[in-house]
């Protein structure tokens, strides 16, 4: 696990506003769970939708789903803003979710443009096609089956000369 630092930063991380309705499972220490929904994530924290919202300090499992692939880690719930809003900052990301979330938030600041987007998909038509077969083998077999059939052709004609 990779633990976050908490200092200050002189800049505010980047930040991702999912589009689409992006659900959170939060998952207490005693294995209770609680649903919500993401509203905003960067690197350090974020804010849920929640209600009614978590007692401040408490130490949860926060899991959701970037359009890169799951985000897992522990986060701590702060103060709520709101009725509905709390804001929470991660203790803890795992590397693989940190670089998904990360990628997300990179995708959102930068989003590519048609031409990109039709490179990516080329590269994965690309690398979902299958090696060619061996031609080779094809070649020897036919060349085999050919050279037989020649081969039975004039013992027959031989066979049936000597015959008469």
Not at 38 to 66: E, N, R
Not at 81 to 109: C, D, K, M, N, Y
């Amino acid at each position: 696990m990779t633990t976050l630092p908490h200092t200050s930063f002189a800049r505010r991380p980047a930040r991702l506003r999912p589009a689409d309705l992006t659900p959170a499972v939060l998952r207490f220490q005693d294995g209770a769970c609680a649903t919500g929904e993401l509203q905003v994530v960067s690197l350090t924290g974020g804010l849920l939708a929640l209600s009614p919202p978590l007692h401040q300090g408490s130490v949860v499992k926060l899991m959701f789903i970037t359009s890169n692939g799951p985000v897992t880690g522990s986060a701590e719930m702060l103060s709520p803003v709101t009725r509905s809003q709390q804001p929470f900052r991660f203790l803890t990301l795992q590397g693989e979710a940190q670089r998904r979330l990360q990628s997300a938030i990179q995708a959102s600041l930068y989003p590519r443009g048609p031409q990109e987007e039709w490179i990516e998909k080329y590269r994965a038509a690309i690398s979902q096609v299958e090696p060619p077969r061996r031609r080779f083998s094809r070649f020897m077999l036919g060349t085999l089956a050919l050279g037989l059939l020649g081969l039975a052709s004039t013992l027959y004609v031989l066979h049936t000369h000597l015959l008469k």
